[in-house]
């Protein structure tokens, strides 16, 4: 949402029967948060103590032109499959993305993202690892060429990040060269992850890791323009730490990522 359009929807002749100062703090949240389609902006009304019924919401967004459209642009989906190079695992998650348990399940995949031109001089590759219980990125990487050490690196981060688990963590992707290598699955084994993979060319198999590189793309250069690769990194971490503390989501209880783990490591203490 443009500033603009906040200001304008301010300064319209108010003609609805809500109260201008409820009206007013719907604006801004969604200035705040581009991507907060009208349920969102109604778990973020909850949290702050005003209890409004999400068709309420709704109706007030649609007569101040302000309903999310984020969303609507298709995203062109990295390929980093090169055959069979290594050695395959078989798919253990078989699309169970839901768990009660945080670190039991994390997906992971690299997608594609550009700055400036968009040419494909001015490509950079984003991989990240994402819990399924709380749609958290547990670890990140962003660079130049997306080779093994690449997906490699964020893996070492997580591993040395993750808590003692009383059970094993699954780490699931796809058939991508990096995921057959050699290192990244004697990393795994060191340190008793289990492998699961998509089946060959079956997306919907990694659908949560799909959906959360939408989001980012949305949340940075699609609606975003970055001059330079720098100025690229520092968009995608402030994005990430956005995304992890401070978007909330619906699935969540109105909660973020990093919120809905630390109230479920309150009710296990």
Same mark, same amino acid.
């Given at each position: 949402m443009a500033s603009s359009s906040f200001h304008y929807a301010l300064r319209r002749k108010d003609d609805s029967r809500y109260p201008h100062k409820l009206v007013a703090e719907i604006l801004q949240i969604r200035l705040d948060n581009p991507d907060f389609g009208y349920r969102t902006v109604t778990a973020e009304l909850k949290n702050r103590g005003k209890r409004i019924n999400h068709k309420v919401v709704l109706k007030i967004m649609k007569q101040n032109n302000v309903l999310?459209?984020?969303?609507?642009?298709?995203?062109?989906?990295?390929?980093?499959?090169?055959?069979?190079?290594? !050695?395959?695992a078989k798919n253990k998650l078989k699309r169970r993305f839901n768990t009660n348990r945080p670190y039991q399940k994390v997906v992971t995949d690299v997608t594609e993202l550009r700055?400036?031109?968009?040419?494909?001089?001015?490509?950079?590759?984003?991989?990240?690892?994402?819990?399924?219980?709380?749609?958290e990125i547990l670890s990140w990487n962003l660079?130049?060429?997306?080779?093994?050490?690449?997906?490699?690196?964020?893996?070492?981060?997580? /591993?040395?990040?993750?808590?003692?688990?009383?059970?094993?963590?699954? /780490?699931?992707?796809?058939?991508?060269?990096q995921y057959q290598?050699?290192?990244? /699955?004697? !990393?795994?084994?060191?340190?008793?992850? =289990?492998?699961?993979?998509?089946?060959?060319?079956?997306?919907?198999?990694?659908?949560?890791?799909?959906?959360?590189?939408? =989001?980012?793309?949305?949340?940075?250069?699609?609606?975003?323009?970055?001059?330079?690769?720098?100025?690229?990194? /520092?968009?995608?971490?402030?994005?990430?730490?956005?995304?992890?503390?401070?978007?909330?989501?619906?699935?969540?209880?109105?909660?973020?990522?990093?919120?809905y783990r630390e109230l479920s490591n309150q009710f296990s203490a």
């Open positions: 999310c459209h984020a969303f609507d642009r298709k995203t062109r989906k990295y390929n980093s499959y090169r055959g069979t190079v290594g !050695k395959l700055w400036g031109t968009g040419s494909t001089n001015e490509r950079a590759y984003f991989t990240a690892f994402v819990d399924l219980f709380s749609n660079g130049l060429s997306p080779n093994v050490d690449f997906v490699t690196t964020p893996l070492k981060d997580l /591993i040395k990040s993750k808590p003692q688990l009383p059970y094993k963590m699954l /780490i699931h992707s796809d058939q991508g060269f290598n050699r290192s990244y /699955i004697s !990393k795994l084994k060191e340190n008793h992850i =289990i492998q699961s993979m998509s089946r060959k060319a079956t997306c919907l198999d990694n659908a949560v890791v799909e959906s959360f590189f939408h =989001i980012l793309k949305v949340g940075t250069v699609h609606n975003n323009h970055y001059a330079s690769y720098e100025e690229l990194k /520092i968009g995608i971490t402030k994005y990430v730490d956005y995304y992890n503390n401070k978007r909330i989501r619906t699935k969540l209880a109105g909660k973020t990522p990093v919120q």
